[in-house]
């Protein structure tokens, strides 16, 4: 079958091609635009019980809240360290005062009726509960993604503190410019903040995104299929209006591989763009100190002494300031959130608690294994495949499995014959082999170490989620690895009409948690409809 036979989109010149995806790329940013612009925390009743009922949801709120445009504990967590180093200069954001503590030893000590101890315990642990001050319990500022000193007594957020330490100095400069502050005008300065922060990166990232496919495919049809996917069809399109760490985390994997994929010989900027771009998204996602550890023995040369050491020194920088800033702002160089478990997190009112309001445990997808039982087998099923799966979510990543052994195949000796740089060539040059080989081993590669990572290290997804977000930054390498399984569907009719339904499904999948990424993904939602009892 002649190539002009199977699909139309091949029958376009490549400007052409290129103006498709520019068109989607400017319709893509401007509705992530337009979502941001609007957008606000809304209350999904399932999510709450009636008053009166017993069990271990929330309560319905029972006052009109104000309105907020944080979306959830885990964005306000960041925002508040944000707050807490422009009017504070500190890390803390809140404190609970020892005073009940000493108060509720002594009255302990000067007890003589001991059928009364319980009571006492009682009026003193809700005594030092509603003790606590400071901006974390301010109305609209509450998040349980929090950690308590238990030497100090000080509330620091569980997020690693490099990224809203950032923020704080653009943030302070959109102040001054201004004279809005983040306590006073919240949406106006959060929303200004995530246009800086995701929608600009993320068209960037759409541009630079298309320009690694065009080199890696002279198909037209999938060039415009992945940008299309890229746009609308993952779970990077949800995140887009609210602050966190996945989407940054994609665009700067993006960044550094378009940097190493450059068809011109190594540059001193692209060296450093790939160095900068790999370490800073290791903050964002520890589990990506493997991509910056593949781009270093990949894809770089060390004989080239000069471009090695300007990308070890760019990335390293960003590893270093993570590392002191842990040291800064609680004394220990791992981050908070290494403490899960401990003191740390087990404290008198902690969200943590295994146990509810009223004694009983807690049963929600943050206590799925420790108090429902699941299995380890039972999460990688869901993980995977199942209601949060990497793959049942976007389809199109299970032709990135394909796609990768294919091209490994192609290679032959997996396109490792030279220990050049940054690969040289385009799709017409002897190098482009080479390419695909070391792009099919570092998205398997990283694939198969990250999800062995969470899989060992994590069980509950993520949380609430509306899908596995602590994968979401492989997306890029997996669209990309998808290119020679799509090259081969072209050429069938029933190939495409596959494509298009797995495109479908992504596109889906990203569309559902329109109002907020932090919601649970459709297909958990339909097993629950179908008479799966879930986690709630």
């Given at each position: ?8 989109l ?18 893509a ?12 925390q ?40 944000v707050r807490?180093l422009?009017e504070n ?27 009364a101890?319980p ?6 642990k809700?005594s030092?509960?509603k ?9 609209g500022w ?5 950690v308590l ?5 000080e ?11 950032l923020?704080?100095?653009?943030t302070?400069?959109l102040?001054?410019?201004t ?9 106006a ?13 993320f ?7 298309a ?23 993952t ?11 996945h ?24 060296a ?23 781009l ?22 960003f590893?270093v300031?993570?590392a002191a ?9 791992l ?12 404290y008198?009112?902690s ?14 997808i ?5 108090n ?11 993980l ?5 799966g990497?793959f ?12 990768g ?18 690969v ?33 290290k994590?069980?509950n997804y ?7 977000r602590?994968?979401?930054w ?5 669209l ?5 399984a799509?090259?081969?569907?072209n ?22 948690p329109a ?12 097993l ?5 009892s879930?986690?709630?």
């Amino acid at each position: 079958m002649e190539k002009n036979e199977t699909d139309g989109l091949s029958l376009l010149p490549v400007s052409a091609q290129k103006t498709v995806c520019w068109l989607l790329i400017l319709v893509a940013g401007s509705m992530a635009a337009g979502r941001l612009a609007s957008v606000t925390q809304l209350y999904d009743p399932t999510l709450f019980r009636a008053v009166e009922e017993r069990n271990s949801k929330r309560a319905w709120i029972n006052k009109k809240p104000i309105p907020v445009v944080t979306l959830s504990s885990n964005d306000r967590s960041r925002w508040l360290t944000v707050r807490a180093l422009l009017e504070n200069g500190t890390f803390v954001i809140g404190q609970r005062p020892k005073g009940p503590f000493v108060a509720s030893a002594c009255a302990l000590v000067g007890m003589n009726q001991p059928f009364a101890i319980p009571l006492l315990l009682e009026a003193g642990k809700l005594s030092r509960i509603k003790g606590d001050t400071g901006l974390l319990f301010e109305e609209g500022w509450n998040s349980i993604d929090r950690v308590l000193k238990p030497d100090s007594l000080e509330y620091y957020s569980s997020k690693p503190p490099l990224f809203p330490t950032l923020l704080a100095g653009w943030t302070w400069v959109l102040q001054k410019a201004t004279g809005w502050t983040l306590k006073e005008q919240p949406a106006a300065i959060i929303r200004i903040s995530l246009v800086a922060i995701n929608i600009i990166p993320f068209c960037l990232y759409l541009l630079l995104f298309a320009s690694i496919v065009f080199r890696l495919t002279e198909s037209g049809w999938v060039r415009i299929l992945l940008v299309t996917a890229a746009a609308f069809g993952t779970l990077v399109t949800p995140f887009l209006i609210t602050l966190n760490n996945h989407t940054p985390a994609v665009f700067l994997v993006t960044f550094a591989l378009w940097a190493v994929l450059g068809n011109n010989l190594p540059s001193v900027w692209k060296a450093f763009l790939a160095g900068a771009s790999s370490g800073l998204a290791f903050t964002m996602e520890l589990p990506a100190l493997s991509f910056f550890a593949v781009l270093l023995v990949l894809w770089l040369d060390w004989r080239q002494f000069w471009i090695l050491l300007i990308f070890l020194i760019s990335a390293l920088s960003f590893m270093v300031a993570l590392a002191a800033l842990n040291w800064i702002s609680i004394g220990s160089f791992l981050p908070a959130y290494s403490e899960f478990g401990g003191p740390w997190y087990d404290y008198e009112g902690s969200p943590w608690n295994p146990f509810n309001a009223f004694g009983d445990l807690k049963r929600n997808i943050d206590f799925a294994r420790r108090n429902m039982g699941e299995t380890r087998p039972e999460y990688a099923f869901h993980l995977l495949i199942g209601h949060h799966g990497l793959f049942s979510l976007t389809p199109l990543f299970l032709l990135s499995l394909l796609g990768g052994f294919q091209w490994l195949v192609k290679t032959r000796g997996f396109g490792l014959k030279t220990n050049s740089l940054f690969v040289k060539g385009n799709t017409c040059s002897t190098g482009i082999g080479e390419t695909q080989g070391r792009l099919a081993i570092t998205t398997l590669g990283l694939t198969v170490i990250v999800v062995g990572f969470y899989l060992f290290k994590s069980d509950n997804y993520g949380g609430m989620s509306c899908g596995p977000r602590w994968l979401i930054w492989l997306s890029p390498l997996l669209l990309l690895c998808t290119i020679p399984a799509l090259e081969r569907l072209n050429v069938r009719k029933n190939g495409r009409i596959l494509a298009y339904f797995f495109l479908a499904v992504g596109v889906f999948s990203a569309s559902w948690p329109a109002w907020s990424p932090w919601k649970l993904p459709w297909i958990y939602d339909l097993l629950v409809w179908w008479g799966w009892s879930g986690y709630a």
